[in-house]
């Protein structure tokens, strides 16, 4: 069984970093050591036996943290279990469809054989960093569209699909 499993995320306004939480404390509950880190602070994978990364979308591209991360550990990342998620669209899509991984996220995944990818609602509240971001609240267009049972159910896959490994 594989015991120790990471979650590392890429996140501007603590949005994805919520996700990464609850994945983790699903992961738990399936009997798991998890670790939910920032991405850019995790020196390895080494002691890991699955890694979920995650990162917010920004104009169409997946959060710079989360990309750095999937380079400076690619080599590791393809040595062991890998799923992919990417938070953002601010409506109601994420879960009313299936929302293909961005390009940059779609190459990283079959260069590292990841398992999944899945795409989640994002949020974004009042007092959110960056100037696009006060546009878009500006613009009435802020929310919470993370659906956190799909988010549970699709952490529960991970967990049992680790539990087998």
Known sequence: MSENVLVAYGTTNGSTAEIAEAIAEVLRKEGLTVDALPARSVPSVASYDGVVVGGGLYAGRWHKDARRFVRRHGKALGERPLWLFSSGPLDPSASQRDIPPVPWVQ????????????????????????????????????????????IEAWAARIGHELARV
């Open 107 to 150: 190459k990283a995944m079959a260069r590292l054989d990841a398992r999944e990818h899945v795409t989640f609602g994002g949020c974004l509240r009042d007092g959110a960093k960056g100037w696009v971001a006060r546009m878009i609240l500006r613009s009435g267009k802020g929310g919470d569209f993370r659906d956190f049972e799909r």
